[in-house]
């Protein structure tokens, strides 16, 4: 399925026997899958992209605009919950730039659990982590803010740091083939061939 290509899909697993259920699963299988340590923006993000796809995600995750995009206190509280289990860890200091590790324990669950999360989640789970893969923090920024700008109104670090540059990670998302050429004119409502000089020059 294409990235943002909207589906509704059936009803999954809800696991009602374990607390927080779906999102938990969810969290634990996106840091498998991506085999790495996670700062907290880019899990946010992550399952931001995820939930406009599979729309039935939406409600459970509850995305809000916040100081650095779209946040969900569902996916805050599902990370809480977990390292308080000892299944994931990291620094209760930083609201987002200290990564999320899957800890031993949480991947036992995982393998556990995951095989019966919705088939259609964790393979838009795979979409999202090569969507965001190789890029910068701003310019994970700047394609969701560009993109979804409604979730961008009370970030300062967007309006302030990233907006003013936009068309310079616009031509850095065309170059890393995350965006078309023409979606970038879009987003910066200028010309197809003036987008395209500049991709080029």
């Known amino acids: 399925?294409?990235?943002?290509?909207?589906e509704t899909v059936q009803e999954g697993n809800r696991f009602p026997g374990r607390a927080g259920g779906e999102i938990d699963l969810c969290v634990l299988k996106l840091l498998d899958r991506?085999?790495?340590?996670?700062?907290?923006?880019?899990?946010?993000?992550?399952?931001f992209i995820l939930t406009r796809d599979l729309a039935r995600l939406a409600p459970d995750f509850d995305f809000r605009p916040d100081d650095c995009g779209p946040f969900s206190r569902a996916l805050e509280s599902a990370l809480q919950r977990l390292k308080d289990q000892g299944l994931v860890s990291y620094d209760n200091r930083s609201k987002y730039a200290k990564p999320v590790k899957l800890e031993e324990k949480g991947k036992r669950v995982c393998d556990a659990d995951g095989k019966d999360l919705d088939k259609a989640i964790g393979d838009n789970l795979d979409e999202c982590i090569d969507l965001?893969?190789?890029?910068?923090?701003?310019?994970?920024?700047?394609?969701?803010?560009?993109?979804?700008?409604e979730m961008a109104?009370?970030?300062?670090?967007y309006g302030k740091r990233?907006?003013?540059?936009?068309?310079?990670y616009?031509?850095?998302?065309?170059?890393?083939?995350?965006?078309?050429?023409?979606?970038?004119?879009?987003l910066l409502k200028i010309p197809y061939i003036e987008m395209r000089n500049a991709v080029i020059n």
Do not use: C, W
Not at 1 to 6: A, C, T
Not at 132 to 149: Q, Y
Not at 170 to 176: G, M, P, R, Y
């Open 132 to 149: 965001f893969e190789g890029l910068e923090h701003d310019e994970m920024l700047a394609f969701v803010g560009s993109m979804f700008p």
């Open 170 to 186: 616009v031509v850095n998302l065309i170059k890393k083939d995350k965006i078309t050429t023409g979606r970038g004119a879009e």
């Open 162 to 168: 990233i907006k003013p540059n936009l068309q310079a």
């Open 1 to 6: 399925m294409p990235i943002l290509g909207v």
């Open 34 to 47: 991506y085999n790495n340590p996670m700062d907290k923006t880019r899990i946010q993000k992550t399952f």
């Open 153 to 157: 109104v009370k970030s300062d670090e």
